[in-house]
């Protein structure tokens, strides 16, 4: 498997909106939430990157795609802050990896290609939340990000509980 990673605009997501919204649902039938609220349908999963691909700027949003031949198996997206105070740092939002190809390094060919799109920005700080105590919590050590802290009932998962959720950052 070679995993490619390109940036998609607006029209690239539209044409990839199945796949998309797939990776979302993969991600809520796993217990992963990513900001949205169950049940998650296939039209609420499309409408999720609708809205993405709506905010795309660039330098200021971006949608990064992995593809495995002319197939989509991941995504991530990174939100530069709009804080005057801010502009040196982006949030990295939607870690999502299709289910049937997870541990594959899909996950890692995102999150380095995303570190290098920010340093290409000029960033300088990145930093992102994940449940506590899933595959995604523990990915972010392995990368080299530091954990900043845990906020107990951060957010609701697809199954009503609430989650504690890890923060990290990473200086760039």
């Known amino acids: 498997m070679t995993i490619?990673?390109?940036?998609?605009?607006?029209?690239?997501?539209?044409?990839?909106?199945?796949?998309?919204?797939?990776?979302?649902?993969?991600?809520?039938?796993?217990?992963?939430?990513?900001?949205?609220?169950?049940?998650?349908?296939?039209?609420?999963?499309?409408a999720a990157y609708?809205?993405?691909?709506?905010?795309?700027?660039?330098?200021?949003?971006?949608?990064?795609?992995?593809?495995?031949g002319d197939e989509l198996v991941g995504a991530v997206q990174l939100d530069r802050a709009?804080?005057?105070?801010?502009?040196?740092?982006?949030?990295?939002?939607?870690?999502?990896?299709?289910?049937?190809?997870?541990?594959?390094?899909?996950?890692?060919?995102?999150?380095?290609a995303i570190v290098e799109a920010a340093r290409g920005l000029g960033l300088r700080l990145l930093w992102l939340s994940t449940h506590e105590g899933t595959d995604a919590d523990r990915i972010y050590g392995r990368l080299g990000w530091s954990r900043a802290g845990v906020i107990p009932d951060y957010a609701e998962l697809p199954t009503g509980e609430l989650a504690a959720n890890a923060f990290y950052f990473l200086r760039l």
Do not use: I, K, W, Y
């Not at 607006?10 to 990839?16: F, L, M, N, P, Y």
């Not at 502009?87 to 997870?102: G, I, K, N, Q, Y």
């Open 82 to 112: 709009e804080a005057g105070n801010g502009r040196h740092r982006a949030e990295v939002r939607r870690l999502v990896v299709r289910a049937d190809r997870r541990g594959a390094g899909v996950g890692r060919a995102l999150m380095e």
């Open 50 to 68: 609708n809205t993405a691909a709506e905010r795309l700027t660039p330098g200021e949003r971006l949608l990064l795609a992995a593809f495995d």
């Open 4 to 46: 490619r990673v390109d940036e998609l605009n607006g029209a690239a997501v539209q044409s990839h909106l199945d796949a998309l919204a797939q990776l979302l649902l993969d991600a809520h039938a796993s217990g992963m939430a990513l900001c949205l609220a169950a049940p998650l349908s296939r039209d609420g999963a499309r």
